[in-house]
């Protein structure tokens, strides 16, 4: 017993290789305390690690059935690894990600990292420059169908008001998918202009310094009103703004997720003669952004929404509404 408590001591890292498993299911390795593995875990969102700890075990997987080793690993294993996944059919921003999964696995282990070398590097290069990193857009819900969707929403039913004011609020305040789910009554302030939404935290602001954004009550979709009436219809004065509706109508316990706001959109999408495989949860935000920047909102004003730190990702978004616009051919096509 005193050896293992002495190389313990002397060899940290032999006990992080020894706990591989569990080091990669945490996210950090098994000899931190229990307080510092928490704060770990916090430094990365909630999907972030489910994403990195499945893509560690393909990882895993992968150099078990090469005869590699995963933790620690060299930079040409890794560099292989990338390069298979690329054979494979992966894109570019999985295969990325995956990289990165690698890095921080091996950065909470207090491990050298593979993918700092150069060979890492070039390999990930000619993957982008080769299958290319551009991933399909889901098409925006802009105003014009955020008001073809809520068409077909119940004005009536418990869950046709939760999916309105749920559409709505996504929808002004430019909210990602887990900001709006993750909103509780106590982040809303009523006021005389609209309601003031508090982001506690966010993808980009894992810090916890929190946001707080401005809802007008609007003119023509009028999202603070939806919002107000959900809230009565479902009683609720404290908690998960948006909750799950039983078969009977009736408001349940229980925060929604993420991917509740994907297949709200998606049902109405459809109902409406949509394409559906075109929306997502993120097309509520993407909808703000296209519909501001088609209306000529200052990029300024779009990005005080959106709390987008680069100005070239909402440019993005703009090129796609204004590409027939002031068209260099609009004189002689």
């Known amino acids: 017993m005193k050896r293992d408590i002495a190389l313990s001591i002397a060899k940290p890292q032999a006990i992080a290789v020894a706990n591989e498993p569990d080091a990669l299911a945490a996210g950090v390795v098994p000899v931190l305390s229990d307080t510092a593995r928490e704060f770990a875990r916090a430094s990365k969102s909630p999907a972030t690690l489910r994403a ?11 150099c078990l059935w090469n005869s590699r080793k995963a933790l620690p690993a060299s930079s040409h294993t ?11 059919g992966r894109k570019a921003s999985t295969i990325n990600r995956k990289a990165a999964a ?9 491990l050298p990292l593979p993918t700092a070398d150069e060979i890492v590097s070039s390999v990930m290069k000619g993957i982008r420059r080769t299958i290319g990193s551009a991933q399909k857009q889901k098409a925006p819900a802009t105003a014009e169908a955020i008001a073809v969707i809520l068409a077909h929403v119940s004005r009536d039913t418990l869950q046709g008001k939760r999916d309105r004011a749920l559409i709505l609020l996504g929808f002004a305040g430019a909210f990602r998918r887990s900001e709006l789910v993750e ?10 202009a609209g309601m003031d939404a508090t982001i506690r935290k966010s993808k980009t602001d894992q810090e ?11 003119t023509f979709l009028k999202p603070v009103a939806a919002v107000q009436d959900w809230i009565a219809a479902a009683d609720i004065e404290k908690g998960p703004l948006f909750v799950g509706v039983t078969k009977d109508d009736r408001a349940r316990a229980g925060r929604l997720t993420a991917q509740s706001v994907a297949l709200v959109v998606k049902r109405y999408a459809d109902a409406a003669g949509l394409v559906v495989a075109d929306f997502s949860g993120h097309s509520l ?11 000529g909102a200052d990029i ?6 959106t709390r987008h730190r680069d100005p070239r990702t909402v440019r993005t978004y703009i090129r796609r509404s204004d590409r027939y616009k002031n068209h260099a051919g609009d004189s002689f096509l």
């Not at 916890?208 to 609007?218: K, R």
């Open 183 to 192: 909103l509780n009554i106590e982040d809303l302030t009523f006021t005389a």
């Open 285 to 295: 935000r993407a909808g703000f952004v296209t519909t501001a920047a088609d209306r």
């Open 52 to 62: 990195y700890k499945a893509d560690m075990q393909s990882f895993r997987d992968w």
């Open 78 to 88: 890794v560099a292989d690894f990338l390069a298979y996944e690329a054979e494979a």
């Open 208 to 218: 916890g310094e929190g946001a707080t954004i401005a809802i007008p009550s609007g």
């Open 300 to 305: 300024n004003r779009i990005m005080d929404q």
């Open 102 to 110: 690698i890095r921080f696995t091996h950065k909470a282990a207090g």
